[in-house]
């Protein structure tokens, strides 16, 4: 057997790996949105819940949404890992304990923060959420070398332009507003999610050529 | 701690994989590098991958499941019954005795990859 010939069935295992790739991002798309959307809707459809019992509820969602994130994340570190040594070209790394730690320290400064220091809680949050926004453009970049899909983009600008503007808004004075930003991005990330299961089809006919 | 090889030492790995008459299939490598990359695929995904008919990766899948390569099992989901397809340790070595090879071979860009020969 040639070598091209090895490297020829890994450029196709790679192809049909990106169908494989955008569908789970699908997933992953709409496991936040409904985890936003939770934790937008909670507290006022439950007011009598207090504090520390929301605390404790949005503590579980997000560790959920965040395993299937880092499910996700590993599909992707691993056709990074192949990409890169097929093509040639460096890629980007992210260290895994890394992306561990921040994610808890995200949920963390998401739950801890916004209810027991309500003074700071909008401007900490939104830093953070700044943070994530660049995370997540970051990761799909690694995840999709070749150029990130059109759903990835609308994902995460959807999300950075609602920290921003809820920073900005926290800075004014007027942090409530944000609540109005963040379904917007809710509704954005389930697009997103629809429009990366239809799109998947697009990579399945590729990898047959 | 992973254990420094030297270049022929990683070919022979991998050469030696090739010797085995399961693995002298360009099918069953591509369902072994896929499944290394997913840890494990659903028999539609195989389908897909492939483009086989399904009596044909069937046939595959029972080769690579009798050399100890791949563990098949059904599932019940959402949608019924599903043959899930999972790669095993052995099937994993090979995988990463792969990737290692490309690793080898990035590092000598300028020779033409037809001059080496894993297996004749």
């Given amino acids: 057997m040639q070598v091209s010939e090895l490297k020829q069935?890994?450029?196709?295992?790679l192809m049909y790996q990106r169908y494989i790739l955008r569908r789970a991002y699908a997933y992953y798309?709409?496991?936040?949105?409904f985890t936003i959307l939770l934790y937008l809707t909670i507290p006022l459809v439950f007011p009598q819940i207090g504090n520390f019992g929301?605390?404790?509820?949005?503590?579980?969602?997000?560790?959920?949404?965040?395993?299937?994130?880092?499910?996700v994340f590993r599909k992707a570190r691993r056709r990074r890992e192949l990409y890169g040594l097929l093509s040639g070209k460096r890629t980007y790394k992210l260290n895994l304990v890394v992306l561990i730690v921040w994610w808890v320290a995200f949920i963390l400064a998401i739950d801890f923060g916004y209810y027991y220091f309500r003074n700071a809680d909008y401007l900490i949050v939104n830093l953070f959420l700044i943070f994530i926004a660049i995370f997540l453009a970051v990761q799909l970049r690694a995840s999709f070398p070749e150029g990130i899909p059109f759903e990835g983009l609308l994902a995460s600008f959807s999300f950075g332009l609602s920290a921003s503007l809820g920073l900005l808004l926290s800075i004014l004075g007027f942090s409530s507003f944000s609540t109005v930003l963040w379904f917007f991005t809710v509704v954005c990330w389930f697009l997103?999610?629809?429009?990366?299961?239809?799109?998947?089809?697009?990579?399945?006919?590729?990898?047959?050529? | 701690m992973a254990e420094s090889k030297t270049k022929s030492e990683v070919f022979q790995e991998f050469s030696k994989y090739l010797e085995d008459p399961c693995l002298r299939s360009t099918a069953r490598i591509l369902i072994l590098i896929s499944l290394g990359l997913n840890g494990k695929l659903g028999f539609t995904d195989l389908l897909r991958l492939t483009g086989l008919g399904k009596g044909s990766l069937s046939n595959h899948i029972e080769k690579l499941e009798d050399s100890g390569y791949v563990r098949v099992s059904r599932r019940l989901t959402f949608s019924g019954w599903r043959v899930l397809v999972e790669i095993t340790e052995d099937g994993l070595k090979v995988y990463n005795s792969y990737l290692k090879t490309l690793e080898?071979?990035?590092?000598?860009?300028?020779e033409k990859d037809d001059e080496y020969y894993l297996f004749d």
Wanted: charge should be negative.
């Fill in chain 1, 192 to 209: 997103s999610s629809y429009l990366s299961f239809e799109r998947s089809q697009e990579e399945l006919e590729l990898s047959r050529y």
């Fill in chain 1, 9 to 13: 069935i890994g450029w196709k295992a």
């Fill in chain 1, 54 to 71: 929301l605390f404790v509820i949005y503590i579980t969602i997000g560790i959920i949404t965040t395993l299937f994130s880092g499910y």
């Fill in chain 2, 104 to 110: 080898l071979l990035l590092s000598q860009k300028e």
């Fill in chain 1, 29 to 33: 798309y709409a496991s936040w949105a």
